[in-house]
């Protein structure tokens, strides 16, 4: 098993940067692939990015490309999410997600991943 620590949200202007930071610890952090999903008021939750458990492929979705960054630092047992160019619709609860693998891939579903974190707010204000 593992468990996940969110931290770094917050509150920021548009334009502005938050790097969120999930900290695992219980079980071999290298054999997790890690996802960063978010909810919106009154939305379901929704898939962000993810991080392949040796942290050499990343998939982002498209709203977030070229804003957004995750790494995967297996010897700090820590997953971060770097968000700029933060935009209001931005606005949510951030959480991250592992789930243990054998495979180099990345898992896009809520119902792919086992273990989540407690979440962290963002708010991005215009």
């Known amino acids: 098993q593992v468990q996940l620590v969110e931290s770094g949200g917050g509150l920021v202007q548009a334009g502005g940067s938050l790097r969120l930071s999930c900290a695992a610890s219980?079980?071999?952090?290298?054999?997790?692939?890690m996802g960063w999903f978010r909810q919106g008021p009154g939305k379901e939750r929704e898939f962000v990015g993810g991080i392949s458990r040796s942290g050499d492929s990343v998939l982002y979705v498209d709203s977030v490309k070229g804003r957004f960054t995750i790494s995967k630092d297996n010897a700090m047992s820590t997953v971060y999410l770097q968000m700029n160019s933060l935009k209001p619709e931005d606005t949510a609860v951030y959480y991250c997600?592992?789930?243990?693998?054998?495979?180099?891939?990345?898992?896009?579903?809520?119902?792919?991943?086992?273990?989540w974190g407690q979440g962290t707010q963002v708010t991005v204000s215009s």
């Open positions: 219980g079980s071999t952090f290298s054999t997790y692939t």
């Open positions: 997600a592992a789930r243990r693998t054998t495979l180099a891939i990345i898992f896009r579903g809520r119902n792919d991943y086992d273990y």
